[in-house]
């Protein structure tokens, strides 16, 4: 079984005294860093990875990519950097993050639909390994800029293939209505473009990425289809051979017992299966691939534990359990309608004996982490933990209120170390100014 099609870390266990990750006591963990706090298990990180890297072994080249997007801290890229992975960028703040803490910038992708001229340069100046260009006003700062610098510059395009996901179905259309990559039919343009102005810009394949927690696997095959088809197209109406594939991310991850995704090894034979028949289909020579999995890398591995404070019985309604955390630095229950599963951690072992709805802290009424969850009776100074808060939580955290940002650390063989402090009131001034006509 991969992490991704489960609910709990790897290492997550309940022993006689307590409830541990990464050998970690979490009641001990809140009790020493304090509340809310995010804590991500180095092992299951290391081992999706391993999985990652053993599932597409077969294939002669594979380089996975890490979406940042996802959950990007120094730390993080010190545990990619070992596993051998490279990053898919989104922003000069990633690429940043990425260049300091030592990052081989060679194997960093900066994808993108509207990469700002300074991002642009600094990806260059940097020496990033690819850049996935998205549209024809990209096309023209880039171009340009690689022409001010005199440097080549590997690039992949950007397609929208056409396939739409859903959770449990998908359509395949002709076009999509997206904002991201050219359409089909703007791709001959685009190459013309770039070939006729823009000699330093190598084009060496095309990317596609499909969306988001994708349970179905044939999406993928049929993304290989398309790709295969316009390297086909490309070789016959330019005489350009493309070398590379970027298949995107998108494998969803288990935040309850109602999901079902697929292993990381159902994925990889498929897309494996469909290179096999495509590159003869289609007469092509098999392309060195790039994967770029973000939530299926870190989901798993994060888990956020909150302190319970008040409680209030709506007469005739609902019982809300407010946390000390919530939108601010988990905004997917509010945006996206989420769900997640939650345990109480001093209280593992006694049975469900109410249905309540864990709220969050901030002023909104939309403010809710778990609406309905079955859990014991819970009193102010129970700790909660929500269990695949690890992608796209601390990620798209915000100051909302001017509540401080938790702290994380990460676990591993009962260690304990923060990778991310907890922020302080003075951080949160720090960019702060008042004009003096104010004062
Ligand atoms: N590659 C590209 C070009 C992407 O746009 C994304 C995600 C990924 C890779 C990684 O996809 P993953 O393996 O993580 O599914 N904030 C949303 C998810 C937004 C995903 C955006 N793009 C959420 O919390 O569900």
């Not at 005739?316 to 997640?340: C, E, F, I, W």
């Amino acid at each position: 079984m991969s992490a991704n099609q489960s609910i709990f870390p790897k290492t997550y266990q309940i022993t006689p005294t307590g409830v541990e990750i990464g050998g970690c006591n979490l009641l001990e963990l809140a009790k020493k860093y304090g509340t809310p706090l995010y804590v991500y298990d180095e092992q299951t990180i290391i081992d999706i990875c391993t999985d990652y890297k053993n599932s597409f072994a077969k294939y002669h080249d594979v380089q996975p990519l890490f979406a940042s997007k996802a959950f990007m801290t120094k730390a993080m890229c010190a545990i990619l950097k070992k596993q051998n992975f490279g990053l898919d960028v989104v922003s000069g703040g990633e690429i940043y993050t990425a260049y300091k803490s030592g990052f081989d910038m060679s194997k960093v992708m900066f994808n993108g639909n509207n990469k700002t001229l300074d991002e642009l340069k600094m990806a260059l100046e940097y020496g990033i390994g690819h850049i996935s260009v998205d549209n024809f006003y990209e096309i023209e700062l880039l171009g340009k800029l690689s022409q001010e610098l005199n440097k080549n510059q590997d690039i992949l395009l950007r397609i929208t293939p056409g396939i739409e996901c859903h959770t449990h179905e998908y359509i395949q259309t002709g076009h999509l209505d997206s904002k991201f990559g050219f359409d089909l039919t703007q791709i001959d343009e685009a190459i013309t473009s770039i070939i006729s102005k823009y000699p330093l810009l190598q084009i060496k394949g095309l990317h596609a990425h499909l969306g988001s927690q994708i349970f179905e696997t044939q999406v993928f095959a049929d993304a290989v289809d398309v790709i295969f088809e316009q390297f086909k197209h490309i070789k016959d109406a330019f005489g350009i051979e493309l070398t590379e594939m970027n298949i995107g991310g998108g494998l969803g991850i288990t935040y309850t017992t109602e999901d079902n995704p697929p292993s990381i090894q159902t994925i990889a034979d498929i897309i494996i299966e469909a290179i096999d028949v495509c590159s003869q289909k289609y007469g092509v020579n098999k392309p060195k691939i790039y994967l770029e999995p973000g939530r299926s890398i870190v989901g798993t591995a994060g888990v956020a534990l909150y302190k319970v404070g008040s409680i209030k019985q709506v007469p005739n309604g609902r019982k809300y359990v407010s946390l000390d955390g919530g939108m601010a630095d988990n905004p997917r229950p509010s945006m996206y309608q989420a769900k997640y599963t939650a345990v109480v951690v001093n209280k593992i072992n006694e049975t469900p004996v109410e249905t309540v709805t864990l709220a969050g802290r901030f002023c909104e009424s939309g403010d809710i982490i778990i609406e309905d969850i079955n859990l014991p009776k819970l009193e102010s100074g129970d700790v909660v933990c929500v269990f695949n808060t690890g992608a796209y939580g601390y990620s798209m955290s915000s100051n909302y209120n001017r509540v401080l940002k938790p702290a994380i650390v990460l676990v591993n063989s009962a260690q304990s170390d923060i990778i991310i402090r907890r922020e302080s009131y003075d951080d949160l001034l720090s960019c702060d100014e008042v004009p003096d006509r104010l004062l």
